[in-house]
């Protein structure tokens, strides 16, 4: 069984993970497919943008499958997977649009993989932790960079040193998720949304997601020029 599925209709990715008997904790095998859809994703022609999910109904992620990680026979052998396959990096070079549609348990990774995402679209029954530290791990997927830049340095430290676990309410307050739907309308709620993105000059969508991306690099200055290469760039396609 594949650990992560990819489906495309009228131009609108599904890209679903796939271990609900786990609730899709995040392992190898499923980094590896990951990594795989998400370029056939980024070439798909025929896509402008795609929804990342979790299959079944208990959550979207829980976590790293802590059977697996840290297994590798040597840090070399293991640094160099991570450099073959750098999926994190992947995520942030990917000019389309992705929406993070999460249900359930958001735990660790299911929340990092999220942050990757543009537009985060939480279930009102999701919860939310970064329980690393107590299982012996660091939150190493991005997690420490990520989550500063959307809830702060101080709810950032409180999420990862507390073991808090965060409702979708609480998440939706500090900026974790953009926006909360009941549970039944999850699935609808995502679509549509994707299909107003969709409908859009995918040109411009692209052009505004690579300026805005490089706004926390720069200074504001520098920003502003890059700003005018980007739009320059992009509206010679048009």
Not at 57 to 81: M, N, W, Y
Request: hydrophobic share 40%.
């Amino acid at each position: 069984m594949n650990s992560v599925l990819y489906s495309s209709h009228d131009g609108i990715s599904t890209i679903k993970l796939n271990r609900p008997k786990y609730i899709n904790a995040f392992n190898i095998q499923m980094r590896d497919d990951l990594y795989e859809v998400l370029k056939f994703f980024r070439d798909d022609n025929e896509s402008d943008i795609a929804i990342i999910c979790g299959e079944g109904s208990k959550g979207f992620c829980s976590g790293a499958d802590i059977t697996e990680f840290g297994t590798a026979p040597s840090q070399v052998v293991a640094r160099s997977v991570r450099e073959s396959r750098d999926l994190w990096g992947l995520f942030l070079e990917i000019e389309k649009p992705i929406i993070a549609s999460v249900h359930g348990y958001v735990i660790g990774s299911g929340i990092e993989i999220s942050l990757l995402c543009d537009i985060r679209i939480s279930s009102s029954d999701a919860s939310f932790s970064m329980p690393e530290i107590s299982l012996g791990f660091l939150p190493a997927a991005a997690g420490t960079q990520t989550l500063p830049k959307f809830i702060g340095l101080n709810n950032t430290l409180d999420l990862i040193l507390t073991r808090k676990v965060l409702s979708a309410k609480d998440a939706l307050s500090i900026g974790l998720v953009d926006r909360v739907v009941d549970v039944e309308n999850l699935e609808s709620e995502s679509l549509t949304l994707a299909k107003n993105i969709k409908n859009m000059n995918q040109h411009l969508i692209r052009a505004a997601k690579k300026s805005v991306s490089i706004s926390d690099d720069v200074p504001l200055e520098k920003g502003i020029l890059l700003e005018k290469r980007v739009f320059q760039r992009f509206q010679s396609r048009i």
